[in-house]
């Protein structure tokens, strides 16, 4: 799930199969962490959090995962529908005042095939 | 509930010209905050405002100012616009965490 330059990774799902993307963080010190989905020509759109005292946390039809054994973030979209294409960011923050900034990761583009 | 909303949507200037980006939000937040995106990156803070009468530096300020007017209301401000502001430029408010953005602003300095 990382982003090299200008070109976005992209992954490309069957409608209907599991979505899994992925999100390398860069601070041990992060208590936070949040996917946002973006769509063409819209601002991000919350879909989950989760703090780092938890590894795991279910919304619906989505889910994520946080190792921080490894700084790693995952989110798990089931049954990827039409409607979910459009580019995932993960962010993380450390701290609670809103002078803590999000950090945000390059984002990746999830295509769904029809 | 509108939540935030951004104006002007599309804007083209030149080198030199100066311009405000509006933002609003409905939502009675606290904080509200400036991001501009480049293509194929992240969101990148410029500017944020943690209450109605203070505004603080992010990640990347310079070329820009703000105004927390009040607190429904936060501009952002290219004095003398460059090339490299060429972007687009989102606003949101929120609490400490989970944040609501607007629909964004696609600004070209030619």
């Keep these: ?114 | 509930n509108a939540g935030v909303t951004q104006t002007p949507k599309f804007q083209v200037l030149k080198t030199g010209q100066s311009m405000t980006l509006q933002c609003a939000q409905d939502m009675n937040h606290n904080s509200m905050y400036w991001y501009r995106q480049d293509p194929g990156m992240g969101l990148r803070l410029i500017y944020y405002s943690a209450s109605e009468g203070t505004t603080d530096k992010g990640e990347v300020p310079n070329g820009y100012n703000v105004s927390r007017l009040n607190k429904r209301e936060f501009s952002l401000r290219l004095e003398s616009a460059a090339p490299s502001q060429t972007s687009v430029y989102f606003c949101a408010s929120g609490g400490v965490e989970k944040l609501f953005f607007g629909s964004g602003t696609q600004l070209s300095v030619l």
């Excluded at chain 1, 992954?11 to 936070?32: F, K, R, T």
Aim: proline residues 4%; glycine residues 10%.
């Design chain 1, 1 to 114: 799930g990382e982003s090299v330059g200008l070109h976005l990774p992209t992954l490309s799902v069957q409608e209907g199969d599991n979505s899994i993307i992925n999100c390398a963080y860069s601070n041990s010190a992060s208590d936070y962490f949040i996917w946002y989905k973006q769509e063409s020509g819209k601002g991000p759109q919350f879909i989950i959090d989760i703090r780092s005292n938890m590894d795991k946390r279910q919304g619906q039809r989505v889910t994520v995962l946080l190792n921080k054994t490894v700084k790693h973030l995952s989110l798990q979209i089931a049954a990827t529908q039409p409607g979910d294409s459009a580019v995932y960011f993960c962010a993380e923050k450390i701290g609670h005042n809103a002078g803590n900034m999000l950090t945000f990761g390059g984002g990746t583009r999830l295509m769904v095939k029809p």
